[in-house]
């Protein structure tokens, strides 16, 4: 789960942008807290302080003084809208650039595509 090559927080930061897609975390309902996630997790709390504090800054947890962070109501949709356009730029843009340097028409291109996904 801990990978490396990526700072801690950020892979805390998607962990849990990854639950609000999947539904782990429905929107209005609590996440775990920084105490619980540095316990889980074997991790300092700022560390894990720090990757909500980011999903704060995005606007897809909102602080509840008193009560902790919770998703914020949207936030799946954003996420989702967020992660397709990098999708797009870091997948989708490359392929189509080397399907045009190798002469490949759309029907070609959505043949290939659709041989793979058989």
């Not at 999903?55 to 962070?69: A, H, N, Y």
């Not at 997948?91 to 045009?100: F, I, K, N, Q």
Request: net charge negative; aromatic share 4%; proline share 5%.
């Amino acid at each position: 789960m801990i990978d490396d090559s990526r700072p801690l927080f950020i892979q805390i930061a998607d962990q849990i942008a990854d639950g609000i897609l999947d539904g782990t975390y429905p929107e209005d309902t609590a996440v775990p807290s920084t105490n619980e996630l540095a316990q889980h997790l074997r991790i300092n709390p700022a560390t894990a302080g720090k990757g909500l504090t980011r999903l704060v800054e995005q606007g897809v947890l909102v602080k509840r003084r008193g009560i902790g962070m919770f998703v914020a109501i949207g936030a799946r949709a954003q996420l989702a809208h967020e992660r397709t356009a990098s999708f797009a730029a870091e997948y989708v843009e490359p392929m189509l650039r080397a399907a045009s340097q190798l002469g490949l028409t759309p029907d070609q291109l959505h043949a290939i595509i659709d041989k793979e996904l058989s």
